[in-house]
């Protein structure tokens, strides 16, 4: 069946520095790939998304591209600050309901001063 | 704009009481959806609604059942409650092929 895996956490980095957390999949046709985040105590927030193939998503300085050949979605970051610390998922829809997602397990960033 | 709200926040209960959470969108959408979220395990879905009316499994039903009381407002219901359900458990809603709108989150402990 379908599934998502994400590196293990935590990750641990200092202000500024760059952040990659990777993101692969398993899935029969194409599915949808999402970046979602949640901050401590709440629900998940939708962070970035890809549709297709070689798409692109991007939202507050975060991108990860759909690679189709090497089924992943790596999540990256410039330069990352404290107010990025959270908890990471990566995602995939299983058909056209976009609702119905496959998580990742998740991973904890924590970004110190 | 409250969005998506779970009730209650906290709740524990001990092996084989019975309990509902409830959850209620208020942003008119047509899809609603019952996660848990376990450490190291990610959410899994365990019950959705593409619609008034309608209910469906999804890959953790067992020991749950739901219903759709109305477009706004749908409920997730232990029957006899075992420690295995200890987690926290999401509501999330979305329209189309719109992205998941959650709530906050009910953490549930069986003792």
């Known amino acids: 069946g379908n599934s998502v895996t994400q590196m293990e956490g935590p990750v641990t980095l200092s202000e500024e520095a760059f952040l990659t957390i990777n993101c692969t999949y398993t899935?029969?046709?194409?599915?949808?790939l999402f970046w979602y985040v949640q901050y401590p105590g709440e629900g998940l927030q939708l962070l970035l998304k890809?549709?297709?193939?070689?798409d692109k998503g991007s939202n507050k300085g975060f991108e990860a591209t759909y690679r189709k050949e090497t089924t992943s979605f790596h999540l990256e970051k410039g330069s990352v600050q404290v107010s990025d610390s959270a908890v990471y998922f990566c995602?995939?829809?299983?058909?056209?309901?976009?609702?119905?997602?496959?998580f990742g397990q998740g991973t904890t960033l924590q970004v110190k001063p | 704009n409250a969005g998506v709200t779970q009730t209650p926040k906290f709740q524990v209960l001990k092996t084989g009481q019975s309990m509902t959470l409830q959850c209620a969108q208020d942003?008119?959408?047509?899809?609603m959806y019952w996660y848990r979220q376990d450490p190291g395990m990610g959410l899994r879905l365990i019950y959705y609604?593409?619609?008034?009316?309608?209910?469906d499994k999804g890959e953790v039903p067992n020991g749950y059942n739901v219903s759709r009381l109305n477009k706004r407002e749908f409920s997730l219901r232990l029957e006899s409650a075992a420690p295995s359900q200890t987690s926290v458990y999401f509501c999330?809603?979305?329209?189309?092929?719109?992205?998941?709108?959650f709530g906050n989150g009910t953490r549930l402990t069986v003792t």
């Open positions: 999330a809603s979305s329209e189309g092929g719109s992205p998941l709108h």
């Open positions: 899935a029969t046709g194409y599915p949808s």
């Open positions: 890809a549709t297709k193939a070689d």
């Open positions: 995602a995939l829809s299983e058909g056209s309901n976009t609702g119905k997602l496959i």
């Open positions: 942003m008119n959408h047509n899809s």
């Open positions: 609604s593409a619609s008034e009316g309608t209910t």
